[in-house]
Each structure stands twice: as C-alpha cells, then as structure tokens.
DNA sequence: CACTTGACCTGTCCGC
DNA sequence: TGCGGACAGGTCAAGT
C-alpha cells in the first residue's frame, strides 16, 4: 500500500509511541511474513528496548538496542499498529479508524512490550515481510545498494532529478518513476499526481520531455510528498497511521482514482490506462503526448 | 538489455 | 444469491 509519505506518517507514529519500550514476546504464524530463527529473536530481540525507527524509501527500521534491527516493507496492504493494551479498540475515531480489536484475522505478527502496550503487523495480502538482522547489515542489502535519492533529501535539486531519469531516459516516464533504483519512494499515486501536476503524459519518453517540465516534474514530486505527508497519507482502502487512523490525501488527489471525474484544471473528463501494468490516470487535455 | 508478464496472497466489486 | 474474473498502494524473477 504505502508509499514514502504513508511509511514517513507511520514512522512519525511509531517514533513518539515506541522508542524506549522493552520487548516482552513476539507472536507470529506466517513465516514469510516474519522469516526470523527463534534463536535470533530470543537472543537479540526479547528484553531490548527500542532506541530508534528511521525509514528509508518505503522501508521502515527499527533500531534495538542489540544492534539489531527490525526490517519492514509494507508492501501493498501492510500496517504497523500500535495499541497501549492489546484486545481493545481503536483510538476512538470511529470515523477515521478502519481496524477495530487486535489482533485480527490479518495480524501477521503482535509484538508485546514489558508494559502491556502490542505493537501489530497486519497484512491482508501477505506480501509484506519484516525481518530482524545485525544492523550494520542493512546497508548490505541488495535493495539499499541499490535505491535512488530521496526525494525530499535536500541534496535532490533538479539536476539529479535530471541526471537520474535519464539511467532509462527511452522509457515511458511513469515507468521510471515507479523504478525504486532510479528514485526512493514513489508508487502508484504519486506518480500519477506528480505527472498530473507537470503536465506529462505517463507514456512520454523521457529523453521527449522539455527541460522545463523536468523542472516543474521536480517541484510537482516534492509538493505532492510533502502536502501528503501533511495529510497523513493516503488511504485508498487499508492504509491506516501507527494509531490506526486513515490518511486524508485522496480527498486532495486531482487524477488518482479520480477516473470519470473532471479534470480540476481544465475540466476534462479523467481517464484511465494500463502503463507500466499499473491502472494510471491522467487528464487527456492537460497531458498530451509528443508528436 | 529493456520491457512485459507472472507470482506472491486475500478481499472486494462488477457483470452475468 | 452464486460464481468467475478483474483488480488493488509493491517488488522480484522469469520470459520475450
């Protein structure tokens, strides 16, 4: 589900609600979902404390005390959920909560703090994992080694957005966008709404777009990354904060999901296509291809 | 090589 | 109401 802006939210949660705690158990019955020798758990996990949680690209880490680490990618439908006790309900929002007890049917993995406090891995799809490894091992991932900038970092000035699009400068942009070694962090929806806001059709050829677009491009990612981020993120459908709570982009976004709708700019009818195999929208006046 | 497709899973929605 | 198929925010591996 999540992407940067989703994962930030999620680690701002965690950041206020976790650091410090002591791990007490860890439950979990999907081995992909938590892929971790019982020996490495008891010996590095059980009685630490949680010293730090940073995010890197649509990876969360959280920092033991141990010089372990626990390593988590959402994916597509996963939420970290903190509760002060476990079995009770959400924050009380019952408008913005879209999960009730915990744990559920989609828990993945419950983590229990000497306090009482759980910290809930859900995944309905069961594509997210999170792992525990050595710390400093991190950086020897294959996906770490590999990852673009960040897009809000402050060294991502226009010339690197340049310098990085043009490693697949014959590809369709929106194809390049979502390339996670070519930038850290964009997914379906903000690809879309930052190409919306450049004015780009998803299927241009990257060596086609005019230096001037490249640069609004640049300006379009980290406004849309950051006003989502302010917003919480995005809740499509499971994405929900580190309290359970939804995210409230989607009622800003301007062509994701907005198929049928008319264009805020110019009116036009929304459409939608298949780039990149994702469903991709795009306002079919604003967004022209090259001819 | 570079791009597309399938796989990993569960759930929901839409058409018949 | 039931059933089949398409589709869903991500990333790999395999195939063309």
């Not at 081995?31 to 995010?55: C, H, L, M, Q, Y």
């Not at 499971?238 to 409230?248: I, L, M, R, T």
């Amino acid at each position: 589900m999540p992407e940067l802006p989703e994962v930030e939210t999620v680690r701002l949660g965690l950041k206020k609600l976790l650091v410090g705690k002591q791990l007490d158990n860890i439950k979990h019955d999907w081995p992909k979902s938590f892929p971790n020798a019982v020996t490495d758990v008891e010996n590095f996990a059980i009685g630490k404390n949680i010293i730090n949680i940073r995010r890197r690209a649509k990876v969360l880490i959280i920092d033991l005390n141990s010089q372990y680490s626990f390593v988590i990618h959402l994916k597509m439908t996963g939420q970290m959920v903190f509760r002060s006790e476990a079995y009770n309900f959400g924050a009380g929002h019952p408008n913005d909560s879209l999960i009730g007890n915990l744990p559920d049917k989609s828990t993945r993995v419950d983590i229990a703090f000497t306090d009482g406090s759980h910290l809930f891995f859900n995944d309905q799809r069961k594509f997210g994992w999170m792992r525990l490894m050595p710390t400093t091992m991190i950086q020897e991932l294959d996906f770490f080694k590999k990852v673009g900038p960040e897009p809000l970092s402050k060294t991502f000035t226009p010339a690197v957005l340049v310098e990085r699009l043009n490693r697949r400068s014959r590809s369709a942009i929106k194809a390049v966008l979502l390339d996670q070694t070519v930038l850290a962090g964009i997914g379906n929806i903000y690809a879309d709404e930052s190409l919306w806001g450049a004015k780009i059709h998803p299927l241009t050829t990257v060596c086609d777009i005019p230096k001037n677009k490249l640069k609004t491009l640049h300006q379009e990612i980290q406004f849309v990354l950051k006003l989502a981020i302010e917003k919480g993120g995005s809740t499509d459908k499971n994405y929900v904060d580190a309290e359970g709570k939804k995210g409230s982009y989607m009622d800003f976004a301007r062509v994701f999901r907005r198929e049928g709708l008319s264009c805020p700019r110019c009116g036009t009818i929304i459409l939608k296509i298949r780039a990149a195999g994702r469903g991709t929208h795009l306002c079919p006046k604003c967004q022209k291809l090259p001819r």
